[in-house]
């Protein structure tokens, strides 16, 4: 025989926690804001870099290829735990932006490359051959044509990205799933801070999904 454990919802106890959660919510909108916005810097750098010659572009590569494949939640204990041991320290909110960003860097880097290896080749050709400046060439003809194909995927990792800050809770961050957490173990309730918080995640994932997809449509539409 197994013993089912029956989970009461305490309608009373949610409310008094829901202002609270919402004040951590807005802790995981900004690590993720911040985060995806250092993304994308991180990650044209990248592209660019390896697009330059072997000795520039391989170690860039490398780098890339090592944060692809290694896991978040390592990165981010290697930049909490570690780098302070060498002298380099951030409290726990800056070093969970700057590990996010590093990592979706290196994904937004290969949606980068993707997206600039669609132009054309003539386009360079021309280009090059109308004596354009290489700033004129990326600003006005390579990145108008690379951008729009590139912003489906940039919406998923945005997406994506945001799903993942609970990890940030690893490096003491109180973030929103941190939050949920404290609340438990202090209440001994966990169905109502749990159930919330996957409530907010819902109410804020779903609609930039949908944004993206009308973003999508419209450029399709443009194109």
Known sequence: ???????????????SILPQLLRA???TLQATVVGFALAVVIGLAFALLRRGPRPISWPAGFVVE???????????????????????R???????????????????????????????????????????????????IVLPQA????VPAFGNYFIVMFKETPLLSAITVTELMQT???????????????????????????PAALLVNRLEARLARNR
């Open 1 to 15: 025989m197994f013993d089912f454990i029956t989970f009461r919802w305490d309608g009373e106890f949610a409310l």
């Open 25 to 27: 919510a807005v802790i």
């Open 66 to 88: 090592f944060l692809r494949s290694t896991p978040l939640l390592v990165q981010l204990y290697v930049l909490y735990f570690l780098l302070p041991a060498y002298g380099i």
């Open 90 to 140: 951030f409290d726990a909110f800056t070093t969970g932006v700057i590990g996010l960003g590093l990592h979706y860097g290196a994904y937004l880097s290969e949606v980068y490359r993707a997206g600039i290896a669609s132009v054309d080749e003539g386009q360079w050709e021309a280009a090059t051959a109308l004596n354009f400046g290489r700033l004129h060439i990326w600003r006005t």
């Open 147 to 150: 951008v729009p194909p590139m």
């Open 180 to 206: 949920a957490k404290i609340i438990g173990s202090r209440s001994f309730n966990y169905v109502e801070p749990y159930t919330l918080v996957g409530a907010i995640f819902f109410l804020m994932s779903y």
